[in-house]
């Protein structure tokens, strides 16, 4: 619920602290400023500019809904719920305290839903500059809020606010990580590794993962944020049916190119052996 989270959000104008309207249908900053309330719940905090990224499309958000239904991905949500928890555990964490967990580019909240059910008492705000995201996620936990806004932009939460920053195949911002996170606070970042779906890739004419995810990591963060041990390499294969194969093309951005999907699905077998990799890696506030 957003009220659950009101406390960390911010003005995207200026920064000053949120609160509720009486009647539950809006948030005001100190300032005077006032950001409507959806009514499936969600706020959108967006500065003068508006947003200029849409985001995943509302077909786009379907497709991850009914992909990760099937249960695919589970090695990755165990690993990313596991890894929040390490967090919190290195930071010695009270159990009573509330944490708060970000999650960027929080997509349906399947991941946070999960960190969420893990970890006891911990609040969650899941951002995403997608409103076709903002209406699955606003709904996807009890203890969790959901804020549309730009991850390139000035994230609208307040300075030191953040115990967890959790990014799942989403965008990052370093610098604004950083000046969100509390001391003994990390983020966790899951990004795509070389190979990934790589048995797709020629069937269905879908774009593959680069070389150097994780260098390129390691540089945009330079001067925001550390890599904390080594990054966690995950593998594992997947028997998907051309139903989830048609879902997991249609949730990434080859949606966007693949003109035929139908027809190249079709001509599959009816299952396939599909492997999924990825890495996860902590980071801290540069020192
Ligand atoms: C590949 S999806 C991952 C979603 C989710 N983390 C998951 O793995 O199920 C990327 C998500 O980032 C969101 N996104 C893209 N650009 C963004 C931005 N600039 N700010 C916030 N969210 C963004 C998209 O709308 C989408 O929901």
């Not at 719940?41 to 809904?65: F, K, N, P, Q, W």
């Not at 209406?135 to 009890?142: D, F």
């Not at 809020?145 to 115990?163: F, K, M, N, T």
């Not at 966790?188 to 048995?199: F, I, R």
């Amino acid at each position: 619920m957003l009220s659950d989270i009101v406390n960390v959000l911010a003005d995207p104008a200026d920064g000053s602290a949120l609160s509720e309207s009486d009647d539950k249908t809006r948030l005001i900053s100190e300032t005077g400023h006032s950001y409507d309330i959806a009514r499936q719940g969600y706020v959108t905090l967006v500065g003068g500019r508006g947003l200029r990224h849409e985001g995943d499309s509302a077909d786009m958000i379907a497709a991850r809904e009914a992909f990760l239904a099937g249960g695919h991905f589970a090695p990755f949500v165990e690993a990313v719920s596991s890894a929040v928890l390490d967090v919190l555990d290195d930071a010695h964490v009270p159990d009573d305290a509330s944490p708060v967990i970000l999650e960027v580019g929080a997509g349906t909240g399947y991941y946070l839903s999960h960190t969420l059910d893990a970890v006891r008492g911990a609040r969650g705000v899941g951002l995403d500059v997608s409103t076709s995201a903002a209406k699955s996620l606003a709904k996807a936990h009890p203890r969790l809020g959901c804020v549309v806004a730009d991850a390139w932009e000035s994230i609208p939460l307040r300075d030191a606010s953040c115990d967890v920053i959790s990014v799942v195949f989403a965008p990052r911002n370093p610098a604004e990580f950083a000046r969100l996170l509390k001391p003994g606070g990390q983020v966790v970042v899951l990004t795509p590794a070389a190979g990934h779906l790589d048995e797709l890739r020629e069937p269905l004419g879908i774009i593959g993962v680069e070389e150097g995810k994780l260098t390129r990591l390691k540089e945009q963060a330079e001067g925001h944020l550390e890599i904390v041990g080594s990054p966690q390499p995950l593998e594992f294969a997947m028997t998907l049916d051309k139903y989830a194969i048609a879902a997991q093309v249609g949730m990434s951005p080859s949606a966007r190119h693949i003109t035929d999907l139908d027809e190249r699905v079709a001509e599959l077998s009816e299952t396939m052996t599909v492997t999924a990799r990825a890495h996860l890696t902590r980071l801290k506030k540069a020192e």
